[in-house]
């Protein structure tokens, strides 16, 4: 794999933000907690550091730590089939424990005074933060978003405007700055540019060679989800666009000598990011575009009003949709970055984001004829995934679209 240099710009910007929250020379700030796809301008508008529970628990995978901690989570009666970032963000947090200090020198995570979620992802977040209200003694406010929408209403996006409205006059006993609608304008316009350049980004893989995979998105990704609405989020997102325009230009490919194309339907499986991004590159395959990474694209953001947009923008993510939505962006998506073949990873622990239990792969590859495999493992537990059967399944998969 062709490393991304802008990575070491990442770097130093992840371990700025996470710093930050710790300050030496300054007051500590006033924190607040956010669902990764929770209304995060508004925190970020009313003066708010904003600390991502989400990306911790995808840090405890990546680092293969979750199966030290999700233990003691059961053991406080958080069941083994319920998302296991909650169950190892909040088993680390009972072992008093979290790889952010190996990574970033801070003692600890960050402590909330106020924590907010968006029910348009899963029940999940609530349970989770409802954890960690009781222990702060913080309030945690919720959105409580229509499900599973297909054609999104007007009546469905009021609905969640008026609920931000709420939750603004909620979060102002809080908030070091009072509500100022130019200034969430200003932090809206932001974040639209770096969901913009975010999606180009990933659109930039549409190039056959794909001059960057699902895997590099995964790493790429953590600006596009915790530093949203902030100017350092629009420009590493010019820097990488650059980098990636020069492969392109010199036809540098992620993977030399890519033979297959395939998109990634569902949560990666984090503990396991350099296994298939070394497993497909012997295999001549390239991971070209995933729903996951996509998630973070946010067309719907418009500056000229503000909770309107974000309350469409927020509500229309792909996890919140239909199924009959949900087939015509993969069949549509899969077409646009020319894939040959479609993985679905059922995890385990998120029914959310795995949509191959109700027939989709069937019913998608009927209509457009495009093959599918499902892999059965998980976001961060690793007691569900075998690296055996995984090989095995692929390099058959691989091969069968060889053969066509
Ligand atoms: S969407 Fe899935 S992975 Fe994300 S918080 Fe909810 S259950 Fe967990």
New binding site residues.
Partial sequence: MVPIESTMILKQLLKEYFQDFFPVDKPTPRVAWCS?VGPAEILVSMGFQVYYP?NHGALLGATRQSNQYIQSAHAKGYSPDI?S??TSDVGAFQEGQTPLTKAYGIPSVPKPDVLVYNTN??R??QD?FNFYARHFKVPAEGIFSPWKVEKITPEQVTCVKDQFKALIESLSPYSPRAFDPERLQQVLELSSRSSQLWGEFLRKSQTVPAPSTFFDGCIHMAPAVVLRGLPSAVQYYEALNQEIDARIEKQVAAVPNEQVRLYWEG?PIWGKLRFFSELFEGLGTSVVASTYCNSWIFDSFDTRDPLESMARAYTEIF?NRGEETKEETLNSTAREYQVDGIIYHDAK??P??SNSRFGLPQRLHKKSGIPYLILNGD?CDLRCFSEEQTITSIEAFIDQIGEN
Wanted: charge should be negative; charged fraction near 10%; include cysteine.
């Fill in positions: 990764s989400e998302c970032y909650l992802q899963c999940e977040v989770w949560m996890i622990t998120c959310y984001n976001l």
